[in-house]
């Protein structure tokens, strides 16, 4: 199973909104997204989790060590 990474940082800005979309369009049901940004930053993850929703995935938000936050994503089949 493909697994795809894609790390926002500090900021998450509509060049990487329009990154995330043309992404999750290339992935078939199944395969699985991983996007990391910085926890303090996380209330950001808001516009990434709805175009998540928008497109068919289940998710899942963790916290991570050093501060980092992610979000799991599978495509729905």
Known sequence: MKEIYLNFGKEIN?????????T?????????????LEAADAHQADVVIENLRNSNFD??????HNGEYYII???KG
């Open 24 to 36: 999750l369009e290339k992935l078939e049901p199944g395969q699985e997204i991983i996007i990391q």
């Open 73 to 75: 994503a599978k495509k």
């Open 14 to 22: 509509s060049c990487d909104i329009q990154n995330l979309n043309k």
């Open 59 to 64: 998710l899942q938000p963790h916290g991570g």
